[in-house]
């Protein structure tokens, strides 16, 4: 494994956030959407999953970020209304046919000279191997990124790429059922159907450090970016 960065020092590595108005697609419970409201920007977090807006909301505020619910092909923002645009592990969870879409909308909203950054697990590493039997998302990952460089052919200009490896943590295997399931509630099934199994493969593939129970992921960040001159998509 190489160098393990976390997708919070990759992200400030990319961009001062400091005033920027962000909108976070997919901002589940609210991680991103926290770290970067302390790191001064304005954040809207748009979310679809009922539980993941809850879980969001039952947090202290960071500052002034607010969660909305909504959906990435459906975005209810103003054209050219945010500096950046984030998608951090959400664009594969877009409907595959509603991929291309949730691009068009990143396009539509973000404004001219602004970014738009796409953080997308690599189908590998530990954490991919316990959750495949569940969701395996090898195929959705794919069109995703298929999406992304679409979108680098109609309007949006890919400025960079980059691959690490990152590693999360769970505190134990309730809270790993606990996450899966509040993400997608239609897992629970095939979830508990093969639970003991699960069980067995997160103690056989978590490695226990100070912080719970770890898993690797291979990450990729493609960065993009409107051009100056273009105020609105169709």
Known sequence: MSEIRSNESILIG???LKGLKVADIGSGAGEMVRYMTRQGARVTGLECGDLQLEKARSFPAEGDE????GVGQDQPFDDNSFDVVTFFNSLH????EHMAGAMDEALRVVKPGGTVYVGEPIAAGRGFELNAPIDDET?????AYDAIQNAAAHGLKQVREIFYDTVYHYENFAAFKDRTIRIDPERRAPFE????????????????DEDGIRFDQPMRVNVLQKAQGEREHR
């Not at 969870?93 to 595959?96: A, F, I, N």
């Not at 195929?139 to 069109?143: D, H, K, L, N």
């Open 193 to 208: 159907a093969i639970e003991d199994d699960l069980r067995s493969a997160f103690e056989r593939l978590g490695i226990a």
């Open 66 to 69: 607010v969660y909305l619910q």
């Open 93 to 96: 969870h877009v409907p595959l």
């Open 139 to 143: 195929s959705v990952r794919t069109s």
């Open 14 to 16: 990319i961009l001062d």
